[in-house]
């Protein structure tokens, strides 16, 4: 099978020209400024931008949470991806406690394997790590596997201590591997929510208020120094806030390798959603929570200049007539997260470079080149190359949008609202191509399920 797509305006974190793309089977063999070669299908992108598919390295599909499970599983959550223009998901593979992480992976393999869409890795979540327990760490990364997630957050779920933190920092920076860090001091922040609720402050809003972002920025300079003395990449997860911005770039600046994410809620909702009428704010309960709006200019800034290096959506669904509920008479049962996977490259076009406050190519390097190199997927991904995966959005950069979840353009998650409802987006994804196949037209979902498939990713790339 082959399709030589005509007449784009191919644009990568590094180039900016018209040209033609050849794709024979899964991989882009030719690239030219006007190819003449006789293809089984032709598309014309002409007034169209090629971007590399998108990459998204922060979702939570199929993942049981707060005393329920994330609404999205790897059919539907991997297909509103695609329909979005992301062409890879990391999700994030969870040890429970006592388990051997190996196992947790052959139960995240189980959940994904046959049902997506589009390719998919996977971190480990460890959520313990006794001495007889860290050469899996090695085999994991042999897995394919060479990423980890640790939380200083949710005490008695999630949480782990500085000690295992330590312990597993040290042994990813040996084996060439990186630590994810949901940096956020929550043993503090239970004893600020214990309070709020013995106050009898219930509603959605008191998500927001028992967390501080200086707990935040605490989190994030300790995971540094951590990681500093481990000798070992981190890469901050979900960055929110301004304060905890401030500590990437003090540890960047005397030459640590620590790297941050944020996501378009943190550059596009504001802790105002939590105002609203009633129980609506549960929506945007999610963790860290939004922050005061003038964060999210500080955000835009370290994302143009560096210090903030991907946009992630953190994406885990709960439903809001059935799953947010769980928390309607305490906010701090309501299940933590919101969706966002389908809507992220149209957000971040919209609001990035339409705006000016992003050029072309960062878009790019934003929403895949990026997290492609840190997480070990570069050049196969992340770009628009010879020998690279055919992963392409053919997209219009004049189309408009009013994502909502009545709108069957901007809406195939499978969740009951819309996180980012009326937003008016101009830039829209009209084609996307995976591993040369045509997955998504005009809306139209042409794929089927399992057709994406297990990668087996490699050592941290941040260096290349
Ligand atoms: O609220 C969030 N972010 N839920 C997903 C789990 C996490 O902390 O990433
Ligand atoms: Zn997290
Ligand atoms: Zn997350």
């Not at 040290?170 to 630590?179: C, D, L, P, S, W």
């Not at 940096?183 to 106050?199: C, Q, S, T, W, Y």
């Not at 000798?231 to 905890?244: G, K, R, T």
């Not at 994410?261 to 105002?275: K, R, V």
Request: aromatic share 10%.
């Amino acid at each position: 099978m082959s399709i030589l797509i005509k007449n784009g305006r191919i644009i990568t974190a590094v180039d900016d020209y018209m040209g033609d793309v050849f794709i024979e089977n899964e991989t882009i063999t030719h690239i030219g400024k006007s190819l003449d070669m006789e293809a089984d299908e032709i598309l014309d992108a002409s007034g169209k931008y090629l971007f590399p598919g998108g990459l998204d390295p922060h979702t939570h599909l199929d993942m049981p949470f707060g005393g329920t499970v994330s609404a999205d599983d790897f059919e539907t959550g991997t297909r509103a991806a695609a329909h979005g223009g992301t062409t890879t998901l990391i999700d994030f593979a969870i040890q429970t406690k006592g388990q051997s992480t190996l196992e947790a992976l052959d139960t995240w393999h189980a959940k994904a394997e046959g049902k997506t869409a589009i390719d998919y890795g996977f971190h480990m979540i460890v959520t313990d790590l006794e001495d007889d327990r860290v050469h899996e760490m090695k085999m994991l990364a042999d897995e394919g596997v060479t990423s980890y997630k640790l939380f200083m957050a949710y005490p008695g779920v999630l949480y782990v201590d500085d000690g295992t933190i330590y312990r597993a920092m040290r042994k990813a920076g040996e084996n060439g591997t990186v630590v994810c860090m949901h940096a956020e001091n929550g043993i503090v922040i239970d004893e600020i929510v214990k309070r709020a609720l013995a106050e009898g402050k219930t509603e959605p809003k008191y998500h927001a208020l028992t967390r501080p972002t200086r707990m935040e920025a605490e989190g994030v300079h300790r995971a540094i120094s951590i990681a500093e003395v481990a000798n070992v990449p981190v890469y901050i997860v979900h960055l929110s806030s301004s304060d905890a911005l401030e500590q990437v770039m003090l540890a960047r600046n005397r030459g640590v390798h620590a790297f941050a994410e944020t996501c378009p809620q943190y550059l596009f909702l504001d802790h105002s959603y939590y105002e609203q009428e009633g129980f609506e704010g549960a929506k945007y309960v999610m963790t860290p929570a939004l922050r005061e709006k003038w964060n999210q200019d500080e955000l835009w800034k370290g994302l143009k200049f560096g210090d903030l290096q991907s946009i992630s959506t953190d994406h885990c669904p709960f439903c809001f007539k059935d799953q947010k509920t769980l928390g309607i008479d305490d906010f701090s049962k309501i299940p933590n997260g919101g969706p966002g996977v389908e809507n992220r490259m149209s957000l971040v076009f919209n609001g990035g470079v339409n705006s000016g406050r992003i050029s072309l190519n960062k878009f790019v390097e934003l929403t895949s080149t990026a997290a492609a190199k840190t997480f070990g997927l570069f050049p196969k991904k992340g770009t628009i190359a010879v020998s690279s995966d055919a992963d392409i959005v053919i997209f219009d950069p004049n189309r408009k949008e009013t994502i909502s979840v009545d709108n069957s353009c901007t809406h195939h998650m499978r969740v009951d609202y819309n996180a980012y409802e009326g937003f008016e987006v101009t830039g829209f994804t009209e084609t996307v191509l995976s591993r040369g196949k045509i997955i998504i037209k005009d809306c139209e979902y042409m794929g089927k399920k399992g057709d994406g498939q297990f990668l087996k990713r490699g050592l941290y790339g941040g260096m290349k």
